[in-house]
C-alpha cells in the first residue's frame, strides 16, 4: 500500500521561506514520477512541479508562478521528496498535496489525471 505524508506547512511572512516534506511507504521515490500540487480552497487543484530522479540526476518542470522561487529535492535513503519555497508571497497560500505517478509516462505533466497517488496535503499560509 502506498502512503505518502506530507509535513513542514505552517505560516510564514511574505519573503520568508519553508520545506515541505514528503515521506513515502510502498512506494521508492528514485527513478519514479513525483509532483507537487497546490489548492485553495474552491478552486482546482493546481500543478506546482513534476520531477523525477536518475542515480544522479534531478529532471523538473516547474509551473510559471514559482520557477526561480521554489525546487525540488530528495533524499532516496529516507524515501523521503522536499520542497523547497523561497520568496514565498501570500498567492502561496495553499494546501500542498504530495503526489506519485505509476510509471514516467506523463512524468511531465502538471495535471491531477496524470497521479494515482496522493498524501493528505499540508497547508502553507503566506501573509503580508
Known amino acids: 500500500q502506498v502512503q505518502l505524508v506530507e509535513t513542514g506547512g505552517g505560516s510564514v511572512q511574505a519573503g520568508g521561506s519553508l520545506r515541505l516534506s514528503c515521506a513515502a511507504s510502498?512506494?521508492?521515490?528514485?527513478?519514479?514520477?513525483m509532483a507537487w500540487f497546490r489548492q485553495v480552497t474552491g478552486k482546482v487543484r493546481e500543478g506546482v512541479i513534476v520531477?523525477?530522479?536518475?542515480?544522479?540526476?534531478?529532471?523538473?518542470v516547474y509551473a510559471d508562478s514559482v520557477r526561480g522561487r521554489f525546487t525540488v529535492s530528495q533524499d532516496n535513503a529516507k524515501n523521503t521528496v522536499y520542497l523547497q519555497m523561497n520568496n514565498l508571497k501570500p498567492e502561496d497560500t495553499a494546501k500542498y498535496y504530495c503526489?506519485?505517478?505509476?510509471?514516467?509516462?506523463?512524468?511531465?505533466?502538471?495535471?491531477?489525471?496524470?497521479?494515482?497517488?496522493w498524501g493528505q496535503g499540508t497547508q502553507v499560509t503566506v501573509s503580508e
Open positions: 503526489a506519485a505517478a505509476e510509471g514516467r509516462a506523463r512524468c511531465y505533466d502538471l495535471a491531477q489525471s496524470a497521479y494515482n497517488y
Open positions: 510502498g512506494y521508492t521515490v528514485m527513478h519514479n514520477c
Open positions: 520531477y523525477w530522479s536518475t542515480d544522479d540526476k534531478t529532471f523538473a
